[in-house]
């Protein structure tokens, strides 16, 4: 299958359901972190993605490295604060490991694509 749209991209589709359940997990925080560790889980999940889409249509591959290695700052961003998050027992330990889990393959899967934008430069 060839590749037409940011749709497309394994990373995006794994980091669209990353998004999908960090929204759906912190719904069931604590209401004083509504504007803390909910919004910041929420802004670096959904950079991951926002930065591939935008990545993707960029002409260069200097560019598109650039959105996706921001992608991944936000990865990386967004594991430290699954793990704050399960300090602070706002999840459990099966949606913790199932969480960190997703996040890990983001991250392990924007690394690739970034690695692959290199070694056609």
């Not at 199932?98 to 392990?108: E, L, P, S, Y």
Request: positive net charge; contains cysteine.
């Amino acid at each position: 299958m060839k590749i037409q749209s940011f749709k497309d991209l394994e990373a995006w589709k794994e980091g669209h359901r990353l998004v999908l359940e960090i929204y759906k997990i912190t719904k069931e925080f604590p209401k004083e972190e509504r504007f803390a560790l909910i919004d910041q889980m929420r802004r670096a999940a959904i950079s991951i993605t926002s930065n591939v889409a935008e990545g993707f249509s960029r002409q260069s591959l200097k560019e598109k490295i650039q959105f996706y290695s921001t992608a991944l700052g936000s990865a990386t961003e967004l594991q430290n604060q699954i793990y704050i998050a399960k300090d602070l027992d706002y999840m459990k330990d099966e949606r913790f490991k199932a969480i960190a889990g997703r996040a890990t393959r983001v991250h392990k899967l924007l690394n690739g694509l970034i690695k692959y934008c290199k070694n056609k430069i």
